[in-house]
């Protein structure tokens, strides 16, 4: 069993940034990916960025250039860095983790990102 607790969500304007964690209750090393997604009312979650334990990572169009994910695996934690936010960047954010072994999905609780215009 996997548990992921994100935190660093909040209000924020315009053109302002905002760095969210992603812990881990396991050492990372047995995770095979940790992702980042969002969900605005009304509309499919969907892919914010993804970094593959291989060491590759991978951004949605809307946010490439603006947001950067990282890990510390010293830590357990995956961060994402996001900056020069926009009104359409408003969401809650879910954090999710793919077991390296049985490939099994975990999600966090989410955090409400809001960005005022």
């Known amino acids: 069993q996997v548990q992921l607790v994100e935190s660093g969500g909040g209000l924020v304007q315009a053109g302002g940034s905002l760095r969210l964690s992603c812990a881990a209750s396991?050492?990372?090393?047995?995770?095979?990916?940790m992702n980042w997604y969002r969900q605005a009312p009304g509309k499919q979650r969907e892919l914010v960025a993804a970094i593959i334990f291989g060491g590759s990572t991978n951004y949605g169009d809307s946010v490439k250039g603006r947001f950067t994910i990282s890990r510390d695996n010293a830590k357990n934690t995956v961060y994402l860095q996001m900056n020069s936010l926009k009104p359409e960047d408003t969401a809650v954010y879910y954090c999710?983790?793919?077991?390296?072994?049985?490939?099994?999905?975990?999600w966090g609780q989410g955090t409400q990102v809001t960005v005022s215009s």
């Open positions: 999710n983790a793919k077991h390296k072994l049985s490939s099994k999905d975990y």
């Open positions: 396991v050492n990372i090393i047995f995770l095979k990916a």
